[in-house]
């Protein structure tokens, strides 16, 4: 793997603030329509090193889930259910679309009665907050349909003891050079301070990511875009599109100033992928240290690598599944310091909109042995072409050795979101409770003491917020009213990205929920964003 030192004396950064705005519904991108089907050959000295690293000495050291099994995906399989691989099956192109799931989840997993599920509870209703003030991190320089929070799961919020950065995406449809990500920081210990811009990219194909690792290492993901045949550069120190339509890059910020922010004249580029990207990123932060993202490649293959020093890194076997692309993944920590769960949507190109996702599917794994299929959600009717049928919207550990997903899965009006829970073994099928109906984009939070918080957005200046502290049986679902909007034309708030522990390790507090959100206006355009805090304990 080629390493490069980057250092750049001039940032070429414009000051000032730009934020756009979300919908009051997502918008999803096809991502290809503007990247041609074919793969150009990357410069012969920036192809990656693929020779595999020795990484069994990062599973030594596992949390209280216990030893690593030497079949680690499916030890005891139940005689009703077929056992997992350790491999990705072959692809099946004669499985229909609709079959039912072939993995551990099944539509013949029991669903809790709905009169106790999802309904509110009749006991004393758990402490809720009741607003949270919006702080203007950007303005944009108009409205566009693309909101800054875009692909709200991949992280956009990140930071250390004396700062936070954010992400905020400018997005106009075209031309591509009028696009730009700009970097913002805000001191931590000053909540009305005003974000500065810290950086700035040019000609993104998507918006960027960034996390902290547990070095607080700040790790910047994104796809560099060119419109036609000739090369663009899209950050400071030679970052460009280098010989491809869309190039791929991950660069490393761990230099700071004398005042402990970070640098962005000096990086580390280590050259991961070099050939074609369709985007689609996810990224996040192990409890070991390593920084693991995924990517689109040119054929639509779900590619996962991942980073722990110059010397340990990798690059995971290619996820897919028949006749659809994996779009949107959710990344996060599993059992054990290098456990990976990944949770994406499955894209129906064919189905004539860029909204068409037939249902949801999960992996698992580790850095050491891969990913391997976990757990799949299709509604019981297939949907319409072209429309949402399932998505992921979350996933969580529940502080405890056990894990949350939050579905997105359209049975009717009032159930569209259901809530799996599933024990320390992963291989067991897991609870499912309907939790009513909210956005495809709906996030999940475990305070310490075990209390699951479900916020979503509503279409107006609120914020839903459920509340249930016996792991999603029962909920209390109030509304969080969304203030410091006042003098702006934005009517609406969507999009939200939390600070977790696999964004920013060294500060997240899971008693504090912090989140980075878009505002749109009447017209669905969207300019500015927003970040704000909610106590969720009293």
């Not at 566009?144 to 004396?162: E, F, I, Q, Y």
């Not at 054990?336 to 068409?356: C, H, I, K, Q, R």
Request: proline share 9%; charged share 15%.
């Amino acid at each position: 793997m080629r390493r490069a030192l980057v250092i750049v004396t001039a940032l070429g950064c414009a000051t000032g603030g730009a934020t756009p705005s979300d919908s009051a519904a997502p918008t999803m991108l096809d991502g290809g329509s503007d990247l041609p089907a074919t793969e150009l050959a990357a410069a012969a000295d920036t192809t990656p090193d693929t020779t595999p690293v020795d990484v069994s000495a990062l599973d030594t050291a596992l949390d209280d889930v216990g030893a690593r099994d030497a079949t680690p995906f499916d030890a005891s399989p139940a005689a009703d259910r077929t056992p997992l691989a350790d491999t990705i099956p072959p692809s099946d192109t004669s499985r229909p679309m609709d079959a039912p799931p072939d993995f551990a989840l099944s539509d013949t997993i029991p669903i809790p009665d709905a009169t106790h599920d999802g309904a509110p509870s009749p006991d004393a209703a758990p402490f809720t907050p009741t607003a949270l003030r919006a702080r203007l991190v950007f303005t944009g320089p108009s409205g566009v349909t693309t909101p800054p929070s875009w692909n709200a799961h991949l992280p956009k919020l990140t930071g250390d003891a004396r700062f936070l950065y954010a992400v905020h995406t400018h997005f106009p449809t075209a031309p591509v050079s009028a696009r730009f990500a700009a970097i913002l920081r805000r001191p931590r210990s000053a909540a009305d301070a005003p974000w500065t811009e810290v950086a700035r990219l040019t000609h993104v194909h998507q918006p960027p990511g960034v996390v902290m690792d547990t070095m607080d290492r700040l790790h910047l993901v994104f796809d560099c875009l060119r419109e036609g045949t000739a090369d663009v550069t899209c950050f400071p120190g030679g970052a460009g599109t280098g010989g491809v339509p869309s190039r791929f890059y991950h660069l490393i910020f761990n230099a700071r100033d004398a005042a402990g922010a970070l640098r962005w004249d000096t990086y580390l580029n280590y050259n991961e992928w070099t050939t074609n990207s369709n985007g689609y990123h996810g990224l996040a932060t192990l409890p070991g240290g390593a920084t693991v993202w995924a990517l689109a490649d040119t054929s639509w293959n779900r590619q996962v690598q991942w980073w722990l020093s110059p010397t340990q890194y990798g690059t995971l076997a290619p996820l897919s599944r028949p006749a659809v692309y994996l779009l949107y993944p959710i990344l996060a920590p599993g059992p054990g310091v290098n456990g990976l769960l990944l949770y994406a949507g499955e894209f129906d190109p064919s189905g004539g909109t860029n909204a068409g996702y037939l249902a949801s599917t999960a992996y698992r794994g580790t850095l050491s042995s891969g990913l391997a299929p976990w757990f799949r959600r299709t509604p019981t009717t297939p949907p319409a072409r072209g429309a949402v049928g399932a998505f992921p919207s979350d996933l969580v550990s529940d502080g405890g050795g056990g894990y949350y997903a939050l579905s997105y899965l359209a049975e009717g009006p009032s159930r569209c979101t259901e809530l799996l829970r599933f024990g320390r073994d992963l291989s067991a099928p897991p609870t499912v409770t309907p939790v009513g109906c909210f956005e495809t984009y709906a996030r999940l939070q475990v305070s310490r003491d075990g209390t699951l918080f479900l916020l979503a957005s509503a279409g107006d200046r609120t914020f839903r917020l459920g509340v249930s502290s016996d792991r999603g049986a029962r909920w209390h679902f109030s509304t969080v009213v969304v203030t410091g909007l006042e003098g702006t034309d934005d009517v609406s708030v969507y999009g939200a990205s939390l600070l977790r522990a696999d964004t920013a390790p060294g500060i997240y507090d899971p008693d504090r929920m912090v989140l980075l959100f878009s505002g749109s206006n009447a017209a669905g355009l969207a300019r500015r964003t927003y970040a704000g805090e909610l106590a969720l304990t009293p």
